[in-house]
């Protein structure tokens, strides 16, 4: 179905509208923002008036949108796993409000300014609250909308920060950042959303913090998801608790094939081997042979390794399995599949999994790209672990942007790259 622009009359699709706005009850598509703006609409049909809500508050109407989907990686490093129907989106949406603006809650005010306290030079402080205001022109777009513009600055210590320019520049201190990121995970593992209050707690785990652990620990006693507990108890391990990777051993005997799995992917992050014969077990399978020889092959493993070689030089496999397995040599350390995975990075799929396993090679072609993907929900922490294999500076603006962000998911993964990119190197260590 096409319509026309209602400014200058050219026939566009309305699912790919460059811009859109909201005009009385409805989604108006427009050519440009020329047109959007500057045009008023002459044939714009008149819509009745709704009938007033009964209750004394007026609820505001909402029409989601959705980010723009992440390339392809290689399942076996992609640490989040698709949640449940009727559970929270990890995607980014954009959402439109008719009538009056929403108002701020007494604690998201707060958490503007605590988020905005992170920022040494108060025109990004600004930045980020209308980067997050209900009051700012509802409008959708077919391409995500450009991140706020920011110079690329590096992130200093705060004994050494330089002289700034009040005027001029932007810089983000990380060690307040961290400090706002710590906060918002404590405040956030309380949430009244169980999925959001266990992967905050798991996030903030990572620093060591003994109250996320002991969370952690009585979310095992009730938990009824069998990946859950193993994803739970990764994240206690990680912290050093013993209870945690004595359930992930436990579940290399489980009787489904994909908690053992989940298992011995976890163990092996941690640099345990002990799901290695069930991992070999899985080589003989056609559907988990690529995933099992890429954490076999993270162990030098060489029958991993062969697998994986074989996988990337056979001409009847998909060109989807050979990029797989070329992501899976590199990320192991094989440098032999090096100019492979700069060529993945040019074509633009799988280029994520490929700039993760460049960034293990030490290639710092990658940086770029990953930089990027500290702008998306589902990427932005094994982004910020490979940027910190790199030893880059990277600007943390845009996370300091999805600190103070209304979407709950949003802030727990740019909180958990914040302390991984700014926090002590032991926070790193581990995926």
């Keep these: 179905m096409s319509v026309t622009c209602p400014a200058c009359k050219k026939t566009l699709d309305p699912a790919h509208a460059p811009v859109a706005r909201v005009r009385g009850a409805r989604v108006v598509s427009f050519c440009s923002e020329a047109c959007a703006d500057g045009t008023p609409l002459h044939d714009e049909p008149e819509v009745a008036a709704e009938p007033e809500p009964e209750a004394d508050s007026q609820v505001a109407a909402r029409a989601p949108g959705s980010d723009a ?12 796993t698709p949640p449940p129907p009727g559970q929270e989106s990890d995607v980014d949406s954009t959402d439109i409000y008719l009538g009056q603006p929403r108002k ?7 958490r503007i300014v605590a988020i905005s306290g992170a920022i040494l030079v108060g025109g990004m402080a600004v930045a980020i609250i209308e980067a997050v205001s209900p009051s700012t022109p509802a409008t959708v777009s077919a391409s995500k909308p450009p991140p706020i513009a920011a110079p690329q600055l590096q992130p200093v210590s705060a004994p050494e920060l330089p002289d700034v320019d009040t005027e001029a520049s932007d810089v983000v201190n990380p060690d307040r950042l961290v400090k706002a990121a710590i906060a ?25 913090d003994e109250a996320a652990c002991e969370r952690l620990g009585k979310l095992l006693d009730s938990e009824t998801s069998q990946l859950n507990r193993v994803a739970i108890a990764y994240a206690m ?11 992930l051993v436990k579940a290399i005997g489980h009787k489904r094939r994909d908690v053992r799995l989940d298992a011995a992917k976890s163990l092996v992050k941690l640099g345990d081997d002990t799901g290695r014969t069930t991992l070999y077990a899985m080589l003989r399978l ?6 099992a020889a890429a954490l076999l092959a993270r162990l030098g493993d060489e ?4 697998a994986l070689r074989a996988a990337v030089a056979l001409p009847t496999n998909s060109p989807e399995t ?14 032999s599949v090096k100019e492979k995975l700069e060529k993945i990075l040019v074509e633009g799929r799988y280029n994520v999994g490929a700039a993760i396993a460049l960034a293990t090679l030490g290639d710092r072609k990658a940086v770029p790209h990953l930089a990027r993907q500290l702008e998306r929900n589902a990427m932005r922490v094994q982004a910020a672990l490979a940027l910190v294999r790199l030893n880059s500076d990277i600007d943390l603006t845009p996370l300091a942007v999805a600190l103070a962000s209304e979407d709950e998911v949003a802030r727990v993964s740019a909180a958990e790259a914040i302390l991984v990119l700014a926090g002590p190197k032991e926070w790193s260590v581990r995926d």
């Design 104 to 110: 701020w809650s007494a604690r998201g005010r707060r």
């Design 303 to 306: 029958r991993g390794l062969e």
């Design 184 to 208: 918002e995970l404590r405040e956030l593992s309380a949430s009244t959303s169980a999925r959001v209050g266990r992967i905050a707690a798991m996030a903030l785990a990572r620093t060591g």
């Design 69 to 80: 989907v992440p390339p392809l990686v290689d399942d076996s490093f992609d640490d989040i």
């Design 286 to 291: 056609r559907g988990y042979r690529i995933g």
């Design 237 to 247: 391990a990680r912290a050093d608790k013993p209870r945690g990777r004595a359930i």
């Design 322 to 335: 050979k990029m797989r397995a070329a992501v899976a040599l590199g990320s192991a350390g094989d440098a």
